[in-house]
């Protein structure tokens, strides 16, 4: 399993991005895709997942009416488009794969599959 994020930069708060996490190496149709962010100092923690077989997202409360997670089977891609950006949400974002849907504090602990991150940095 390979997964690529790509996507992130440097925005000023208010503005957008959409990160995307394409995916190779084997069938997506059974596992959740996730997103994670790590600022500096503070834990890995859950923003984002995506069902590839039912489309279903789920978001942290964080994102929620600011983040849209979708996908596209095509380009077996995965994009998390950010919108009304904080600079708390300045960190590293990944992207992971799991048979199993990991939402929870410390839930990227029991994902395998993991793509390098991408920097997204929010000015004030």
């Known amino acids: 399993v390979q997964l690529q994020a790509s996507g992130g930069g440097l925005v000023q708060a208010g503005g957008s991005l959409r990160l995307s996490c394409a995916a190779s190496?084997?069938?997506?149709?059974?596992?959740?895709i996730h997103w994670f962010r790590q600022a500096p100092g503070k834990e890995r923690e859950f923003v984002a997942a995506?069902?590839?077989?039912?489309?279903?997202?789920w978001y942290a409360d964080s994102a929620k009416g600011r983040f849209t997670i979708a996908r596209d089977n095509a380009k077996n891609t995965v994009y998390l488009q950010m919108n009304s950006l904080k600079p708390e949400d300045t960190a590293v974002y990944h992207c992971?794969?799991?048979?199993?849907?990991?939402?929870?504090?410390?839930?990227?602990?029991?994902?395998?599959?993991w793509g390098k991150g991408t920097h997204v940095t929010v000015s004030s």
């Open positions: 992971a794969a799991d048979p199993i849907l990991h939402v929870g504090s410390g839930a990227y602990k029991r994902i395998y599959h």
């Open positions: 190496g084997r069938t997506f149709s059974t596992y959740y």
């Open positions: 995506i069902s590839w077989s039912t489309d279903s997202p």
